[in-house]
Every structure is written in C-alpha cells, then in structure tokens.
C-alpha cells in the first residue's frame, strides 16, 4: 500500500489496464488524517490473501470453514486420490 498524489496513482492505474486490479485505487486521505481507515487496509490485502490474522481474532471457538476452503479441500483430496490410484 503506498500514499501516493492522486495524479501519480491515476497514471500508474491507466497503465495497468490491461493488468486488471494490479492497481486499485483507494479513497483520497484527508489532509492530517492519521492514515488510511482499517477496513480500507484490510479490503486491499484480500485481493491478495483469503485469510487473514484479523479473521481469525474474531471467529470464535464455534468457527467453521468457509465455502471457498471447503472448495479448495475438495479439489486437493480429489487431486490425492487420483495420484493414489
């Protein structure tokens, strides 16, 4: 995540297009604000990570996999099956 003048993070996303979500512009920082909003941080690294630590800080002892990890569990058993055969 970089701070950048709006028209430095303009340009570098117009020459990405063809790249798409390499570049994701954020919302503008208020002049004097501390930083970015932490939903806004958080938002930004799940295009690149699933799960997070904040994920599980609020799961709870009754959590239960996702749909997207119940997937990903499916295809690698059928992918071990298949090597076992």
């Known amino acids: 995540m970089l701070a950048v003048p709006r028209f430095a993070a303009r340009h570098a996303a117009e020459h990405t297009r063809d ?3 390499r ?11 501390a930083g970015p909003d932490e939903r806004d941080v958080l938002a930004l690294l799940r295009g ?3 799960d ?3 994920d599980a800080e609020g799961d709870g002892p ?3 996999p996702t749909a997207i990890v119940k997937a990903a ?8 099956r ?3 055969v």
């Open 62 to 64: 009754g959590a239960r």
């Open 48 to 50: 690149a990570y699933l």
């Open 19 to 21: 790249d798409r979500q």
């Open 82 to 84: 298949v090597r076992s």
């Open 52 to 54: 997070l630590p904040a």
């Open 73 to 80: 569990r499916a295809v690698r058993r059928a992918a071990q």
């Open 23 to 33: 570049i994701v512009l954020g919302p503008d920082l208020v002049a004097g604000s």
